[in-house]
Nanobody, 134 residues
Framework: QVHLVESGGGSVQSGGSLRLSCAAS?????????MGWFRQSPGKEREGIAS????????HYHDRVLGRFTIVQDIAKQTIDLQMDRLTPEDTAMYTC??????????????????????????WGQGTQVTVSR
């Protein structure tokens, strides 16, 4: 069981930036699992936008955010940040951090598709709202 708390959400104008942070606690070891950022808008299914394998730093991004968002690990602080640049109104959503169980085969435990699948993640934060205005 991983306790996750997100912060950093807010309102920003189109073209602006925000940095979200996800703090993990309640676990003896942070390494050895995927951490992901997901988002959901009203009437739309939750989608995985970025993930990182904690330790090696292997990352995966949804095409919609590739080149604009960067997921970053801080192992000492047990945090995962999501740097979001060049935001657009289409990025408006509730952003939620999630963690998998410890994985048996390192970052290759998941392929690129699996690493962004919500069903692969077992623990979830409460979410933080991001609103991008025109």
């Amino acid at each position: 069981q991983v306790h996750l708390v997100e912060s950093g959400g807010g309102s920003v104008q189109s073209g602006g930036s925000l940095r979200l942070s996800c703090a993990a606690s309640g676990i003896p070891t942070f390494r050895g699992r995927y951490m992901g950022w997901f988002r959901q808008s009203p009437g739309k299914e939750r989608e995985g936008i970025a993930s990182i394998y904690v330790g090696s730093g292997r990352t995966h991004y949804h095409d919609r955010v590739l080149g604009r968002f960067t997921i970053v690990q801080d192992i000492a602080k047990q945090t995962i940040d999501l740097q979001m640049d060049r935001l657009t109104p289409e990025d408006t959503a509730m952003y939620t951090c999630a963690a998998t169980e410890p994985l048996p085969w390192g970052p290759a435990s998941f392929n690129a598709l699996q690493a962004l699948q919500a069903s692969r993640y077992s623990d979830w934060g409460q979410g933080t709202q991001v609103t991008v205005s025109r």
